[in-house]
């Protein structure tokens, strides 16, 4: 089997907060994404959440780490379309990107959104059933996001001191061509690829013909990698929950342990009618985790790894994880820490 040689490190957050004090888990995250930076990882990245003690906007959170960090990418897994105008949100993320000089890596779902039932009437002007929640949705944000002028050549717009040619302002170049689709079966792998995007795969799949976790996603890769234009310089980045406890103490690794227990039982076969599968949560000591790593059939065929974060833990447990996969595992595998500039 193929070495893992992992060339980019992620990691994927969910911003938790408490109901009565929303700012001190906010602040959290950002000081969260100040320090994955700061010890060399590639990529921080946020999940966008609806109704949920979580990020509602995933652009307002990102404009806001864009001016606590300088280097690390800036992303999204993901944001649900379903809820969104093409337009408005490309003007949010373009501001975003602008802000953060061009870091941005905003990731996508399409589908019916979660709460729907409960939001979908306050989002839209009538039955959200009757609207538009397909990839569509999405195609039609990437070309708002590339910035072709609106009208013909003669089509001017006119405000206090200028006259200008009218198209999504600000203009953030470049920003289309880093947009991530979270592909999580073989239809949505496939329009992934056919429309030119970055691909996400997390740690759940569904309609896949393998029940075998990893045979399933490595097969969804081989596919997109085979669908998409060979002169197109795509991304595939995998999703996984690693959580090594090295530095941590005897308490917190009875915890993490009872926390990958209590969700096995999910990963022994396919869930539901969607016959929903489950990577495995990979928890232990270093050197039990690369040994699980090695054995990895996807990860030996990527070298972008995005560590996806459990949903329970604080800062503290979030930084004792980052850092020692940081420094006793992702190096093991190929991985070089970034550095950061502290002059600029």
Request: net charge negative; no cysteine; hydrophobic share 40%.
């Amino acid at each position: 089997m193929s070495t893992p040689r992992i060339s980019s490190l992620a990691f994927l957050t969910p911003g938790n907060y408490l109901d009565e004090d929303p700012y001190s888990g906010l602040e959290d995250t950002l000081r969260l994404f100040e320090f994955g930076e700061r010890i060399g990882f590639d990529g921080a990245w946020i999940r966008q959440r609806h109704l949920e003690h979580g990020v509602g906007s995933a652009a307002v959170f990102l404009a806001a780490a864009a001016q606590r960090t300088r280097r690390v990418e800036l992303g999204t897994a993901v944001i649900p379309i379903g809820y969104e105008s093409p337009f408005r949100l490309a003007e949010d993320l373009s501001l975003a990107d602008v802000l953060s000089r061009g870091r941005l890596q905003p990731g996508f779902s399409a589908g019916v959104p979660p709460h729907a039932d409960l939001i979908g009437h306050l989002v839209f002007d009538g039955d959200w059933r009757d609207f538009d929640l397909s990839y569509g949705r999405v195609a039609r944000l990437i070309e708002n996001l590339r910035g072709d002028y609106l009208g013909d050549a003669g089509t001017v717009i006119h405000s206090p001191g200028n006259v200008q040619r009218p198209r999504l302002q600000p203009h953030s170049p470049g920003l289309a061509d880093r947009v991530w689709y979270g592909g999580a079966s073989v239809r949505s792998v496939r329009w992934a690829a056919d429309n030119g995007l970055n691909l996400l795969s997390g740690n759940i799949l569904h309609g896949t013909p393998s029940d075998d976790f990893g045979t399933a996603q490595l097969s969804l890769i081989e596919d997109y990698r085979r669908r998409i234009d060979a002169s197109r310089p795509a991304r595939v980045a995998i999703g996984r929950v690693i959580v090594p406890f090295d530095s941590a103490d005897r308490a917190t690794r009875e915890r993490y342990r009872a926390y990958a227990a209590e969700r096995h039982d999910r990963t022994l076969g396919p869930q539901g009618e969607r016959r929903v599968l489950f990577a495995r949560d990979v928890v232990g000591t270093a050197e039990e985790i690369l040994e699980q790593l090695h054995a990895d059939p996807v990860l030996a065929h990527t070298s972008e790894l995005r560590l996806e974060l459990p949903y329970e833990f604080d800062r503290a447990d979030y930084e004792q994880i980052l850092h020692d996969t940081a420094t006793l595992i992702a190096p093991e595998l190929g991985w070089k820490p970034a550095i950061v500039d502290e002059a600029a």
